[in-house]
């Protein structure tokens, strides 16, 4: 069973930065494409970028600039940094992972909360 496992998320204040972690339990490149999603309580999951299997990356405009996705195939891990942090990216950040087979995988969330 494929887990995906979430961390860095905490406080901040607004202009801070964070760096959130996805570690996989099987090798990355088993994977077309990671990304990472947010979701705020009530809200539906947005997608906030991904990184595909050919190290291509797209972003939600409205963290354009500001996050970046990376990743470390030695480590089986997806990195999420996160810079000029605004309130209204508090909420959960889930990590993604999608198989060729279309199968897809979920992380259990790591929270991040920016306070003004």
């Known amino acids: 069973q494929v887990q995906l496992v979430e961390s860095g998320g905490g406080l901040v204040q607004a202009g801070g930065s964070l760096r959130l972690s996805c570690a996989a339990s099987t090798t990355i490149t088993n994977f077309i494409y990671m990304g990472w999603y947010h979701q705020t309580p009530g809200e539906q999951r947005e997608l906030v970028g991904i990184?595909?299997?050919?190290?291509?990356?797209n972003y939600a405009d409205s963290v354009k600039g500001r996050f970046t996705i990376s990743r470390d195939g030695a480590k089986d891990t997806v990195y999420l940094q996160m810079n000029s942090l605004k309130t209204e990216d508090t909420g959960v950040y889930y990590c993604?992972?999608?198989?060729?087979?279309?199968?897809?995988?979920w992380g259990q969330g790591t929270q991040v909360t920016v306070s003004s």
């Open positions: 990184i595909t299997i050919e190290g291509n990356k």
């Open positions: 993604a992972a999608k198989t060729g087979s279309g199968r897809e995988y």
